[in-house]
């Protein structure tokens, strides 16, 4: 049995990391360090350097005077993200399937079972499970610095890959796409393997292109129109002019 021991560091960096990958603390909201560590029973020590980590990560940004907040949600990150994905990932996915053993099978079934039973009753651990299924896929590459990268990507993607799910039916897709590349990767097709990975990445990230142009056409109409009130009020409150006689 492996004992994994962990600081409290460690800890706050999950617990918070966690939170906001899961949208608990949403995009652009500033980290309120007084009420987080109050709630997660610890000092601000361990939970500075768990915010110093998840700069790192690209999740949080430490701003003069403001402290830290939760990075935005950007289509320019999500192109960025989804195109390092697609030169990375399909291969890796594939040389994994090459050299799996029957260990990492079972892991990689088991990641999958998770994920199914966590998209059919829409739980909230969605996005955290996929990533665990395609880094499952991806680890038996043995290639070390492809698997952190790999990591580094999925974490960041993770935000997006819960965005693009919001529209009903889309998990669906992603639920028949991912039985259909486990199926591949467990027969070792390696050319088939490389093929769905690529077609999901660039599926997902043509989606996200719409949700996130919609989002950010309803904010600025939003903003337009508040600011079209805020100068009717203006004009509205100004005194009439004087009459002359």
Same mark, same amino acid.
């Given at each position: +049995?492996?004992? !994994? ?7 706050? =960096?999950?617990?918070?990391r966690? &939170? /906001?990958?899961?949208g608990? /603390? ?6 309120r ?14 939970l500075r ?6 700069e ?10 403001r402290? =830290? ?7 320019d ?6 195109a390092l994905?697609?030169?990375l ?13 029957? %260990?990492? %099978? ?10 199914e ?17 395609h +880094?499952?896929? /991806?680890?038996p ?8 990268? +790999? ?6 993607? !993770? &935000? =997006?890959?819960?965005?693009?799910? !919001? ?10 796409? %991912?039985?259909?590349?486990?199926k591949? @990767?467990?027969?070792?097709?390696a ?7 690529d077609?999901? /990445?660039?599926?997902t ?5 719409? !949700? ?7 904010a ?21 002019s004087p009459? @002359?006689?």
């Amino acid at each position: +049995m492996k004992i !994994e021991v962990r600081t409290v560091s460690d800890q706050v =960096y999950s617990a918070v990391r966690d &939170r /906001i990958l899961t949208g608990q /603390i949403r995009p652009e909201t500033p980290v309120r360090q007084d009420a987080l560590s109050a709630e997660l029973g610890v000092s601000k020590i361990p939970l500075r350097e768990a915010l110093t980590r998840l700069e790192q990560d690209g999740l949080v940004s430490s701003l003069p005077n403001r402290g =830290y907040v939760v990075r935005p949600i950007t289509p320019d990150e999500a192109e960025e993200v989804f195109a390092l994905r697609v030169s990375l990932e399909p291969e890796a996915t594939a040389l994994g399937a090459a050299r799996a053993d029957e %260990h990492q %099978h079972r892991v990689a079934k088991t990641a999958f079972d998770l994920l199914e039973a966590e998209s059919q009753i829409t739980g909230p651990h969605f996005a955290v499970l996929n990533r665990e299924f395609h +880094m499952a896929l /991806i680890r038996p590459c043995g290639r070390l610095v492809t698997i952190q990268l +790999m990591e580094r990507l999925h974490l960041l993607a !993770e &935000r =997006y890959v819960r965005a693009h799910l !919001e529209p009903q039916g889309r998990d669906r897709r992603a639920r028949a796409e %991912h039985a259909g590349l486990l199926k591949a @990767w467990l027969a070792g097709d390696a050319a088939a393997v490389r093929r769905q990975v690529d077609a999901h /990445i660039n599926g997902t990230l043509a989606d996200l292109r719409l !949700e996130l142009q919609a989002k950010t056409a309803a904010a600025a109409s939003s903003a337009s129109g508040a600011k079209n009130t805020a100068k009717s009020k203006k004009r509205s409150s100004k005194p009439d002019s004087p009459s @002359w006689c």
